[in-house]
């Protein structure tokens, strides 16, 4: 995907929007050239959005672990 600043924009409402679900890390730690870095990697927004999710868990399910 080609990262311009509406898909930037989009990604981080996005991010702000499920911020307790999995857009924390996006929201707190990514500046917007991470951010389209990151981007440029996916074919759709969505397709982004399906790996932040999966990561989300991922981590969610170590920290129950060690907790």
Do not use: P
């Not at 996005?14 to 996916?42: M, P, R």
Request: charged share 35%; glycine share 2%.
């Amino acid at each position: 995907m080609i990262a311009t600043k509406e898909l930037i924009a989009e990604a981080k409402k996005l991010a702000h929007d499920n911020y307790e679900s999995w857009g924390q890390y996006i929201v707190e730690c990514y500046e917007d050239s991470e951010l389209a870095e990151s981007l440029k990697d996916f074919d759709s927004l969505d397709e982004w959005v399906e790996v932040r999710i999966s990561i989300a868990n991922i981590y969610e399910e170590r920290e129950a672990f060690y907790d």
